[in-house]
């Protein structure tokens, strides 16, 4: 007879408090252990529900376990096809490759080579800040102010987050940070920028590269206009930088088109795709580089799990989604609703003293006081909703659901957060 989860023993935090390093951190925030999920809940083994607005930090689009993809993954299992191949030619890579090309590089008239890095996203951009420089020839890279893009050394000198880099250890070189769109109200950053690339006495040297994300993730949810997105990439044109979309987190239909970039109108010339892009939350990545910078000697950035055939298969199914414009209808439809509702909250709520952050399904509420997003988290995961806070000093309470989740789920998810809002604030 075969075992089920239901069957296996009960696992106790103190497993983890005894075993684990202290690094782990969401094990923290969300103290309980889970043994399933669907869609946009999970269950922890005491059977309490929870609602995800967290969605692995937004590697679950798609929702959790998603039938299709769940299909089609045992299938493949169950025919012994491959699962590891580093990056040698298989079916399911290649089937993956076909439908990219023909539902979202075509219709997009995008001229991209895809490259499989390793699975992770500070994996992706890694290697587009080594083929930017490799292009180029010059070594500095710009960044901006609250930016994050990885944990990884090259990833972590475009980072802004103090501790994050502080973890590094050792300096980090070869970047230099500049203001995101509205970092300094009523001053324009487009303008602070271009002069500094046009003064040559201005101590930064020519960059190979901007990367940037539209939508700040971790930084605080802090959206980048378009129009702020066209000024960069015209500074990019005029200097002959090479102009990086870290969409890791913002992509794959986060904001409402498959990448974020899209309403803006801009063409980057390198790409970072993780965390969705896999479909079932299975690691996989994607550096996108235009076809003319594609000038790698074979093997010149490898690595052992560039051929992750299952996260493949799911994929390619994930894709689905993007054939018609009905998804990207839906998740528009949600992100009104999540809009309607944060200014409720900062109309209705005035001692949170805050501000709407975010675009689509990534939107958050920024809290003057540290304490109360980080209190509203807390209570929200006592009352069954897993969120988490963002921002340099954690003071955004974010939302980042499945972009599956149904009106039902969404309207639920938000009356646990206008209950926690009104509990810390009658604490």
């Given at each position: 007879?075969?075992?089920?989860?239901?069957?296996?023993?009960?696992?106790?935090?103190?497993?983890?408090?005894?075993?684990?390093?202290?690094?782990?951190?969401?094990?923290?925030?969300?103290?309980?252990?889970?043994?399933?999920?669907?869609?946009?809940?999970?269950?922890?083994?005491?059977?309490?529900?929870?609602?995800?607005?967290?969605?692995?930090?937004?590697?679950?689009?798609?929702?959790?376990?998603?039938?299709?993809?769940?299909?089609?993954?045992?299938?493949?299992?169950?025919?012994?096809?491959?699962?590891?191949?580093?990056?040698?030619?298989?079916?399911?890579?290649?089937?993956?490759?076909?439908?990219?090309?023909?539902?979202?590089?075509?219709?997009?008239?995008?001229?991209?080579?895809?490259?499989?890095?390793?699975?992770?996203?500070?994996?992706?951009?890694?290697?587009?800040?080594?083929?930017?420089?490799?292009?180029?020839?010059?070594?500095?890279?710009?960044?901006?102010?609250?930016?994050?893009?990885?944990?990884?050394?090259?990833?972590?000198?475009?980072?802004?987050?103090?501790?994050?880099?502080?973890?590094?250890?050792?300096?980090?070189?070869?970047?230099?940070?500049?203001?995101?769109?509205?970092?300094?109200?009523?001053?324009?950053?487009?303008?602070?920028?271009?002069?500094?690339?046009?003064?040559?006495?201005?101590?930064?040297?020519?960059?190979?590269?901007?990367?940037?994300?539209?939508?700040?993730?971790?930084?605080?949810?802090?959206?980048?206009?378009?129009?702020?997105?066209?000024?960069?990439?015209?500074?990019?044109?005029?200097?002959?930088?090479?102009?990086?979309?870290?969409?890791?987190?913002?992509?794959?239909?986060?904001?409402?088109?498959?990448?974020?970039?899209?309403?803006?109108?801009?063409?980057?010339?390198?790409?970072?795709?993780?965390?969705?892009?896999?479909?079932?939350?299975?690691?996989?990545?994607?550096?996108?580089?235009?076809?003319?910078?594609?000038?790698?000697?074979?093997?010149?950035?490898?690595?052992?799990?560039?051929?992750?055939?299952?996260?493949?298969?799911?994929?390619?199914?994930?894709?689905?989604?993007?054939?018609?414009?009905?998804?990207?209808?839906?998740?528009?439809?949600?992100?009104?609703?999540?809009?309607?509702?944060?200014?409720?909250?900062?109309?209705?709520?005035?001692?949170?003293?805050?501000?709407?952050r975010g675009r689509g399904l990534m939107q958050g509420v920024a809290c003057k006081k540290t304490e109360i997003s980080e209190g509203i988290c807390g209570e929200a995961f006592r009352r069954g909703l897993l969120m988490e806070t963002s921002g340099p000093e954690g003071e955004v309470f974010k939302f980042l659901p499945p972009l599956t989740i149904d009106q039902?789920?969404?309207?639920?998810?938000?009356?646990?957060?206008?209950?926690?809002?009104?509990?810390?604030?009658?604490?």
């Amino acid at each position: 007879m075969s075992s089920t989860i239901s069957d296996t023993p009960a696992i106790a935090m103190e497993i983890f408090e005894q075993y684990e390093s202290k690094v782990r951190s969401y094990s923290r925030s969300f103290p309980t252990v889970f043994k399933k999920a669907k869609n946009y809940k999970l269950w922890d083994i005491n059977d309490k529900e929870y609602i995800d607005f967290f969605a692995g930090a937004g590697a679950l689009n798609y929702g959790h376990n998603n039938e299709k993809m769940k299909k089609l993954l045992i299938k493949y299992l169950e025919e012994d096809a491959i699962t590891h191949s580093l990056d040698m030619a298989t079916v399911a890579r290649g089937e993956f490759l076909k439908k990219f090309n023909e539902v979202i590089l075509k219709p997009r008239n995008l001229d991209y080579k895809v490259m499989f890095p390793g699975p992770t996203g500070t994996n992706t951009v890694e290697s587009a800040l080594k083929i930017a420089r490799k292009v180029t020839g010059r070594n500095t890279v710009i960044s901006f102010t609250n930016g994050f893009h990885g944990m990884t050394i090259g990833s972590l000198s475009v980072t802004g987050n103090a501790s994050k880099r502080g973890g590094a250890g050792i300096p980090l070189n070869n970047s230099v940070f500049m203001p995101f769109d509205d970092y300094v109200k009523n001053n324009s950053s487009i303008e602070y920028i271009e002069a500094f690339l046009e003064n040559s006495s201005s101590g930064i040297d020519l960059p190979a590269a901007m990367i940037l994300e539209t939508v700040q993730g971790e930084g605080g949810i802090n959206a980048a206009s378009y129009e702020w997105l066209r000024s960069i990439e015209k500074i990019c044109r005029r200097f002959d930088i090479l102009l990086i979309i870290d969409d890791v987190q913002a992509g794959c239909g986060r904001t409402g088109t498959f990448f974020s970039f899209e309403p803006a109108e801009i063409t980057p010339d390198i790409v970072c795709l993780s965390k969705s892009i896999g479909g079932y939350g299975l690691p996989m990545a994607l550096t996108l580089i235009k076809s003319e910078y594609d000038i790698w000697e074979p093997g010149e950035h490898n690595g052992t799990f560039r051929g992750n055939n299952m996260a493949f298969i799911t994929a390619t199914e994930a894709l689905k989604y993007w054939e018609t414009n009905k998804f990207s209808q839906e998740i528009a439809q949600k992100a009104e609703m999540m809009s309607s509702f944060v200014d409720y909250v900062i109309h209705e709520y005035p001692q949170l003293n805050a501000e709407k952050r975010g675009r689509g399904l990534m939107q958050g509420v920024a809290c003057k006081k540290t304490e109360i997003s980080e209190g509203i988290c807390g209570e929200a995961f006592r009352r069954g909703l897993l969120m988490e806070t963002s921002g340099p000093e954690g003071e955004v309470f974010k939302f980042l659901p499945p972009l599956t989740i149904d009106q039902e789920g969404l309207e639920s998810g938000f009356q646990i957060v206008e209950d926690s809002i009104k509990a810390v604030l009658n604490n």
